[in-house]
């Protein structure tokens, strides 16, 4: 699901979450700019940064943001 927090008033101005439930199988999402991961894998506040792709593992949700 990708969100406009912009139009929100949010300060992360696009978000997009995942959501895997097929634990053999990991979801690649493809990036376009570099974002920054806020969850994945059972963790919150990750911040780290992606850019290009990224592998989401299952069964999880993966929170990804650019400010």
Known sequence: TR???EAAGDS?????VVSNSNASTPYNL???G???????NGSAN???TVSGSI???GPNITILYQE
Do not use: D, M, P, Y
Not at 12 to 16: A, G, N, P
């Open 3 to 5: 969100i406009n927090g």
């Open 55 to 57: 592998n989401c593992a």
């Open 12 to 16: 992360w101005k696009k978000i997009i």
């Open 30 to 32: 493809s990036l376009s």
């Open 34 to 40: 570099t974002w920054k991961v806020f969850a994945e």
């Open 46 to 48: 990750v911040n780290r």
